[in-house]
């Protein structure tokens, strides 16, 4: 309910900035056309003109809000992540930059720590020097790792979580 509430205040907010804004125009017209009176004789009286540059700002202002709001929630989080739990799944890795990115903070957070990991399969995690957290293992302290047994049930319960059909609990084994 509280979510609800603020997103209705968070409305009214951008209306009633979008609405100042676009009663401002008038004014904010006249003083430019004090210098430009060319242009000023055009927009004057044009209702169309100054609705649809109102509908312009109040779009911008929702755009812009909206990505500081989430770019602070995602810094936040972020943050947290990063603090207090280590490393986190929340980019994407088309970027060659966020993927150098996240290579360095796996190697800031491996090195000379100890690391707690549970993981299905060890081969393209740990073994491929190509994998995720192989430098980082070699760097550490302390690794210690669960892994899933591919023989047991616990391999039928997570192939079955995983969306993929290629995934299988014989998909585990052969890793």
């Known amino acids: 309910m509280f979510k609800s509430i603020k997103n209705v205040i968070y409305h009214i907010f951008i209306l009633i900035l979008s609405a ?9 017209g006249k003083f430019i056309a004090d210098n430009y009176l060319t242009y000023w004789s055009l927009i004057e009286r044009e209702k169309v003109f100054l609705i649809s540059v109102e ?4 779009v911008l202002l929702i755009m812009l809000i909206n990505y500081l709001v989430r770019s602070w929630k995602d810094r936040k989080f972020s943050k947290m992540a990063l603090d207090d739990m280590g490393l986190v799944l929340a980019a994407h890795t088309e970027s060659l930059r966020v993927r150098k990115r996240i ?6 957070q491996g090195t000379a ?3 707690l990991l549970i993981g299905s399969t060890g ?3 740990f073994v491929n020097p190509e994998g995720d957290l192989h430098h980082v293992i070699q ?3 302390e690794a210690k790792i669960m892994l899933l047994n591919p023989f047991g049930d616990g391999a039928c319960v997570r192939a079955k979580s995983i969306p993929d059909p290629d995934i299988t609990p014989e998909h585990f084994r052969s890793r």
């Open 20 to 28: 100042a804004i676009a009663l401002s125009l008038p004014y904010t």
């Open 103 to 108: 290579k360095k903070i796996k190697e800031r």
């Open 55 to 58: 509908i312009a700002v109040a």
């Open 139 to 141: 760097n550490c302290r």
């Open 123 to 125: 081969h393209n995690t």
């Open 113 to 115: 720590r100890d690391v």
